[in-house]
C-alpha cells in the first residue's frame, strides 16, 4: 500500500502549488489540508505543537492519518517536498551533475525568483497596494527589478502578471507557460 500524504498548504501559494503540480505530474494522490495564512491559521498552538514549528506553509505530511497520528512524519519546505516526491522518477535524472544542477534551479528559485516575485503577488493581489507600509512600498521597485531577472520558473512566473510584472516581453517564456500547461498531468494552480 502506498503512503498517505497530505499536503498542510493555503491552496494561494506558489510554494504549495509547486507539490501538488510535482505530485499530479507522477501520478501520486495527493491529500490537501488548507489553512489561510492571512487569517493566522498557521500560527495556532496545534498547527505550531503537531505540525510545524515556525509556523509555514507548505508542510508534507506523510503517512499518519487525518490528523498526523502515530507514524505521521513532517517535511516542510517546497522544495524539500517536491525532491521527496521526485526521487526516483523521470523528474529527477540518475547522473549526479545532472542531479546537481537540478537542485541548483530549485535553490535558484528559492533565493532569487521566490522572494521576489512571490512577495510582490502576495502584497498585492492578497494585502492590496493601499494597504502596504511605506517600508514595503520602498521596497517594491527593487523586488520588481530582480523580480524581472529571475522569471525562470513555472510556479510563480505563470501567476507574475499578479505581481504587476508585464508578460508581454517575454514571448519565449509565455510559450514555455503554454507548453507546461499542456503537459500530461498538469493541474492548475487553484
Not at 47 to 74: H, K, M, T
Amino acid at each position: 500500500m502506498a503512503e498517505r500524504l497530505t499536503l498542510h498548504e493555503d491552496p494561494r501559494s506558489g510554494n504549495c502549488y509547486k507539490i501538488k503540480l510535482t505530485a499530479a505530474l507522477l501520478g501520486r494522490p495527493l491529500q490537501t489540508r488548507q489553512y489561510d495564512i492571512l487569517k493566522g491559521e498557521t500560527r495556532t498552538p496545534d498547527f505550531l505543537g503537531d505540525i510545524n514549528s515556525n509556523g509555514r506553509i507548505p508542510v508534507l505530511q506523510i503517512g499518519g492519518d487525518e490528523a498526523g497520528g502515530d507514524g505521521a512524519r513532517f517535511l516542510p519546505e517546497s522544495n524539500a517536498a517536491c525532491w521527496y516526491l521526485a526521487a526516483g522518477s523521470h523528474l529527477v535524472p540518475a547522473d549526479p551533475f545532472e542531479q546537481a544542477d537540478v537542485l541548483r534551479w530549485m535553490f535558484f528559485e528559492q533565493y532569487q525568483h521566490e522572494p521576489n516575485i512571490a512577495t510582490l503577488r502576495f502584497w498585492l493581489r492578497f494585502i492590496g497596494e493601499s494597504n502596504l507600509s511605506d517600508e514595503q512600498c520602498m521596497l517594491v521597485p527593487g523586488k520588481r527589478a530582480a523580480g524581472e531577472a529571475a522569471l525562470a520558473l513555472f510556479a510563480y512566473t505563470h501567476v507574475a502578471h499578479e505581481a504587476g510584472f508585464d508578460m508581454g516581453g517575454f514571448a519565449c517564456l509565455r510559450e514555455w507557460i503554454e507548453r507546461i500547461e499542456q503537459t500530461q498531468g498538469f493541474t492548475p494552480m487553484s
